[in-house]
């Protein structure tokens, strides 16, 4: 992979399907992965130096790639190393306080939890049905497979696509206790 007298730079990311764990490196301007994610664009993610497994044998990779590409549809979420790796993100209304929700989040895939930041009052219809971005950061994220609670993965932000979420929760900072 050739960077030089390029804007792009990569950054390593861990991309999560129903099936599968991918791990590589995506090439990003200064709008970051959420600039890739949700570029209208292009409907696939172009990923270099690929390493794939599948979720029900994590620890063993089933493939290497120099180039793979996914369909971001068909993404689950995204993780990065560093949350400046998902780039300058648009936080809505100038007046409003950006807020910090501890949120529990389900897939039919994945259990993941986190924080999610969100203008004033936290409002999951509009977090779940509005705006023109499929992908929500999270962070402080733990993500497990809910078939392979072996497969966790731990990141300060995460991009989780939210056409694929059934569940949020608002939890409590406290364990709660057993009945």
Same mark, same amino acid.
């Given at each position: 992979?050739? %960077? ?5 730079? *990569?950054?390593?990311? +861990?991309?999560?399907?129903?099936? %599968? #764990? ?7 301007? #200064?709008?970051?992965?959420?600039? $890739?994610? /949700?570029? /209208? ?12 497994? =599948?979720?029900?044998?994590?620890? @063993?990779?089933? &493939? ?7 369909? @971001?549809?068909? !993404? ?6 560093? #949350?400046?790796?998902?780039? *300058?993100? !648009? /936080?809505?209304?100038? &007046?409003?306080?950006? &807020? ?9 895939? %994945? ?9 004033? #009052? ?10 023109? =971005?499929?992908?929500?950061?999270? %962070? ?7 078939? &392979? *609670?072996?497969? @966790?993965? +731990?990141? *300060?932000? !995460?991009? !989780?696509?939210? =056409? ?6 608002? /939890? $409590? +900072?406290?364990?709660? +206790?057993?009945?």
């Amino acid at each position: 992979m050739n %960077y030089s007298g390029s804007s792009n730079h *990569p950054i390593t990311v +861990e991309i999560l399907t129903a099936s %599968y #764990r991918i791990l590589g490196k995506v090439l990003v301007t #200064r709008t970051g992965l959420i600039g $890739v994610m /949700t570029d /209208t664009n292009s409907s696939i993610v172009d990923i270099h130096e690929a390493q794939m497994a =599948r979720l029900h044998i994590p620890n @063993k990779l089933t &493939n290497r790639f120099q180039a793979a590409q996914v369909v @971001k549809s068909q !993404v689950v979420a995204v993780s990065v190393q560093r #949350r400046d790796d998902l780039g *300058p993100l !648009v /936080t809505g209304a100038y &007046n409003n306080p950006v &807020n910090q929700f501890t949120v529990h989040l389900i897939t039919s895939d %994945y259990e993941m939890d986190g924080v999610i930041e969100w203008n004033g #009052r936290f409002d999951m219809a509009a977090l779940m049905g509005q705006g023109y =971005r499929d992908f929500i950061p999270l %962070y402080h994220a733990v993500i497990s497979a809910v078939l &392979n *609670p072996a497969v @966790k993965i +731990e990141s *300060p932000a !995460v991009l !989780v696509n939210r =056409r694929f979420i059934d569940l949020v929760a608002l /939890t $409590v +900072e406290h364990k709660l +206790e057993q009945i």
